[in-house]
């Protein structure tokens, strides 16, 4: 079967444990005002222009993100990394945009992992219907699963779509049991409100197998590609957050008992 992607990074330590193998499935449903990846919200391949300066001239070539690839194509680049997850507890993550969007190729993909003994991840928003989630979860060891904002509407507001979806899944994947690291992306004034902490520490606490948060403090390094794919740049002129104003909320989190880790 045949999909889209945007990228594979080799060796990656931060998309679950151990040395990665993450492939980034194109398009995504939602429409973060943070989105760090932007170029990755629509399904179909882009054209863009990328300038370059050199002795001061500036060179401009037309390149193409994103391009179909068939699983039987792109299987031989993860099992390649394979000595490097065995040697440390690693896997293949599957990331986006939203990978569940392409569900049919996703469910291919981490069948094959899986019959080659690789551990596999699913990084999340968990907007899709159950059934989809449910069945991706079949074959899944591990989700990365973001949660940004529990007020429905202010979630809507800051991301196109309500969280009342969201919040399902997850409270399925807490239910069953199933292997779960949520990621906190804070965003200034967007989702490190008291409001939506005091609402998250309540929800998160209420839940009963889900133990560990990477929290992702904003940057604004993509900033070039806000203007590279004529994207609307909301948050251009927001400051990044120095690591240290994250150890306030990481001890909120870990007072409830949770395992927080600042950066994934
Ligand atoms: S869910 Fe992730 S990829 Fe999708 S728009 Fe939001 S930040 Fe970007």
Same mark, same amino acid.
């Given at each position: 079967?045949?999909?889209?992607?945007?990228?594979?990074?080799?060796?990656?330590?931060?998309?679950?444990?151990?040395?990665?193998?993450?492939?980034?499935?194109?398009?995504?449903?939602?429409?973060?005002?943070?989105?760090?990846?932007?170029?990755?919200?629509?399904?179909?391949?882009?054209?863009?222009?990328?300038?370059?300066?050199?002795?001061?001239?500036?060179?401009?070539?037309?390149?193409?993100?994103?391009?179909?690839?068939?699983?039987?194509?792109?299987?031989?680049?993860?099992?390649?990394?394979?000595?490097?997850?065995?040697?440390?507890?690693?896997?293949?993550?599957?990331?986006?945009?939203?990978?569940?969007?392409?569900? +049919?190729?996703?469910?291919?993909?981490?069948?094959?992992?899986?019959?080659?003994?690789?551990?596999?991840?699913?990084?999340?928003?968990?907007?899709? +219907?159950?059934?989809?989630?449910?069945?991706?979860?079949?074959?899944?060891?591990?989700?990365?699963?973001?949660?940004?904002?529990?007020?429905?509407?202010?979630?809507?507001?800051?991301?196109?779509?309500? +969280?009342?979806?969201?919040?399902?899944?997850?409270?399925?994947?807490?239910?069953?049991?199933?292997?779960?690291?949520?990621?906190?992306?804070?965003?200034?004034?967007?989702?490190?409100?008291?409001?939506?902490?005091?609402?998250?520490?309540?929800?998160?606490?209420?839940?009963?197998?889900?133990?560990?948060?990477?929290?992702?403090?904003?940057?604004?390094?993509?900033?070039?590609?806000?203007?590279?794919?004529?994207?609307?740049?909301?948050?251009?002129?927001?400051?990044?957050?120095?690591? +240290?104003?994250?150890?306030?909320?990481?001890?909120?989190?870990?007072?409830?008992?949770?395992?927080?880790?600042?950066?994934?």
């Amino acid at each position: 079967m045949k999909g889209i992607i945007f990228d594979i990074k080799h060796f990656a330590v931060h998309d679950g444990p151990g040395i990665r193998t993450t492939v980034f499935l194109k398009g995504c449903p939602l429409n973060c005002w943070w989105c760090h990846n932007p170029e990755s919200q629509q399904l179909d391949p882009q054209v863009y222009q990328q300038t370059r300066k050199l002795d001061g001239l500036d060179f401009s070539e037309t390149k193409t993100l994103g391009y179909t690839i068939d699983s039987t194509e792109l299987m031989p680049k993860i099992i390649g990394d394979k000595v490097f997850h065995d040697e440390s507890s690693g896997g293949v993550t599957f990331s986006g945009g939203e990978p569940l969007l392409q569900f +049919s190729f996703l469910n291919e993909l981490l069948v094959k992992s899986k019959n080659e003994g690789i551990h596999t991840a699913v990084d999340t928003t968990g907007y899709a +219907s159950p059934k989809i989630f449910q069945q991706v979860a079949q074959n899944a060891d591990l989700f990365l699963f973001d949660l940004k904002l529990l007020d429905s509407n202010v979630h809507k507001k800051y991301t196109g779509v309500p +969280s009342e979806p969201i919040i399902k899944n997850l409270m399925w994947l807490d239910k069953n049991n199933i292997n779960t690291n949520i990621r906190f992306p804070v965003i200034p004034d967007i989702t490190n409100t008291k409001e939506n902490i005091s609402q998250m520490l309540v929800f998160l606490e209420s839940l009963q197998n889900i133990n560990r948060i990477d929290i992702l403090p904003f940057h604004n390094i993509s900033n070039a590609k806000y203007e590279r794919f004529k994207i609307e740049n909301k948050m251009k002129n927001v400051a990044a957050f120095e690591e +240290s104003e994250m150890y306030t909320i990481k001890e909120e989190f870990e007072k409830i008992g949770f395992i927080v880790s600042i950066g994934g």
